[in-house]
């Protein structure tokens, strides 16, 4: 069983390492200051879609400074590629495969949907509540809408935004394609919440990346005297698109790049909330993305950049996302070739937060915090691809293995490859050149880790199918 606890480096160790005003507390004879952690997690955003990842004409200053000032990862993974599973997956350190959050049938919770994240699952949120620290959710939950299954049931203090994607609760008989990519307000009944009550219905989405972004700078601003966990989770670029007024006609982009600008001045504002709360030496911001670009919506969809596929699909489009790790006082800049994944986020908060977590259960995530700190490497070697509840490729080291293949979206079926197609991503990120003949042996040698991966497996109830 991979437990956090045979995963990790001892805390003394990691704490001896540039936290702000240790030092001080320490000859004090105070326990150490603990770090607050803010996730800033983007919906259906490409892994080219940030100027510091290749994009030319997407303008994201606060984006490209984070990057410069901190760490750009290359090599960051989602659980799933999709938005449930992946949310799942960032918030419990698991495979959404070991919670229920997945499926083939309804890939991610609708609102009727009767089950969602169960209330046993351990969440970054509840994990750090037991260290005094205040915790907000703010923007799309997606992990079920029902009491037993809300932010607030899983260790949330406070929770702001909709409870599930911004393009259901859809009004009216007009084709699907129409009224998201020609949007108006009223076509989505979608809630805006306070905790438990809807405070707006249907939400005006025109301006709620800004009143997510005021209630986030709130947040920050109410709890600068204590530890503090903030998930701030766009309900955008997700279709339909969106922007402020202020954002309209603003990018080359288009719409899409209004969105994705209007995403980088939120960075900005949450930063300089950290900075002017004199933060900044201890608190860490990590942005990325619940998935990759939904590719269905041309134009109006992102871009992976270099990289194949899309949102839906086991490609690297679909689960390799630009991330972006923040910290002055302490990270080590730099480029991070190394793997990562949201997964591995619950480990290391926990560990820089001296939080032991329970052994009853399979953590997939590892603890990244030497990376983050610069006192060493990461223990993941293997990133498993799961399309809903079944694994479709393997990536050991350089080498991914596609086992099974199929498109992100559309009527075709799923295709066994014999032998699994295998790219060398170090070499061909894009996955354009199968190397599978020149190297039998890493194709064996991944065949041989998933079956024990497989062997790691219980069945539990299905959220998604209820």
Known sequence: MNTLKTRTIALGSLLSVGISGQQDVQAAGKEPKTPNFIIIFADDMGYGDVGAFGHPTIKTPNLDKMAYESQRWTNFYVAAPVCTPSRAGLLTGRLPVRTGMSSEKRRVLFPDSKGGLPEKEITIASSLKQKGYATACIGKWHLGHLPQYTPNAHGFDYYFGIPYSNDMDRVGTENYMETTTKPKIEYFNVPLMRNSEIIERPADQTTITRRYTQEAVKFI?????????????????????????????????????????????????????????????????????????????????????????????????????????????????????????????????????????????????????????????????????????????????????????QSEYGPDKPVVQDPPLLYNLNVDPSEKFNVAKDHPEVIEEIKKILEAHKATLTPVENQLEK
Not at 292 to 319: C, D, R, V
């Open 221 to 405: 601003e109410q709890n600068k005297k204590k530890p503090f966990f903030l998930y701030l989770a766009h309900s955008m670029p997700h279709i339909p698109l969106f922007r402020s007024p202020e954002f309209v006609n603003r990018s080359l982009r288009g719409i899409y790049g209004d969105v994705i600008e209007e995403l980088d001045w939120s960075v900005g504002e949450v930063l300089k909330a950290v900075i002017n709360n004199k933060l900044d030496k201890n608190t860490i911001v990590i942005f990325t993305s619940d998935n990759g670009p939904w590719t269905t919506f041309h134009e109006q969809g992102g871009s992976a950049g270099i990289l194949s596929g899309g949102k839906g699909g086991t490609y690297e489009g679909g689960m390799r996302e630009p991330t972006i790790f923040w910290s002055p006082g302490l990270i080590k800049p730099g480029v991070i070739m190394e793997m990562g994944t949201t997964m591995d986020l619950l480990p290391t908060f926990c560990k820089l937060a001296n939080v032991t977590l329970p052994n009853d259960r399979i953590y997939d995530g590892y603890d990244i915090s030497p990376v983050i700190l610069g006192t060493g490497h990461s223990l993941r070697e293997v990133v498993y691809y799961y399309r809903d509840t079944e694994v479709f490729a393997v990536r050991k080291g350089a080498y991914k293995a596609h086992l099974i293949t």
